[in-house]
């Protein structure tokens, strides 16, 4: 029996492979620019950028409060806090359109553990 053959090259399974892996690149990279937590910060003409050891709290527009991207209660927050130094600087990022409360409740939180460093997130315009 005689081979036919092969004159060409069937490149649908490799455009296949080709969109698939397209498409998981574009969902990652999706997730690292936005980031995991959905918080819109203000904008400020100054800031600094902290580079040592921190604590950064959050609050997002609906009240929720983060610390390392794990959503909790003021009151564990409040257990959490009680366990770190005091010397550590803590950054606060609040959602621009957060409840100004929320955001006071969770500053006096953190005054009122003795907390000396305390700094507000914000982006440049």
């Not at 090259?9 to 620019?33: H, K, Q, W």
């Amino acid at each position: 029996m005689q081979e036919k053959e092969i004159d060409y090259m069937n490149v649908i399974p490799l455009v296949d492979v080709m969109l698939v892996l397209l498409t998981i690149t574009l969902i990652g990279a999706s997730f690292v620019a936005v980031g995991s937590i959905p918080v819109s910060l203000p904008q400020a003409k100054h800031q600094e950028a902290l580079k040592d050891r921190r604590i950064e709290l959050y609050v997002d527009k609906e009240g929720n409060f983060y610390w390392k991207d794990q959503r909790l209660s003021l009151q564990d927050l409040s257990a959490r806090l009680s366990k770190e130094d005091r010397s550590l600087p803590v950054v606060i990022g609040a959602d621009r359109e957060a409840n100004m409360q929320d955001f006071v409740r969770l500053l006096d939180l953190v005054k009122g553990m003795n907390f000396q460093r305390v700094s507000l997130q914000v982006q440049k315009p």
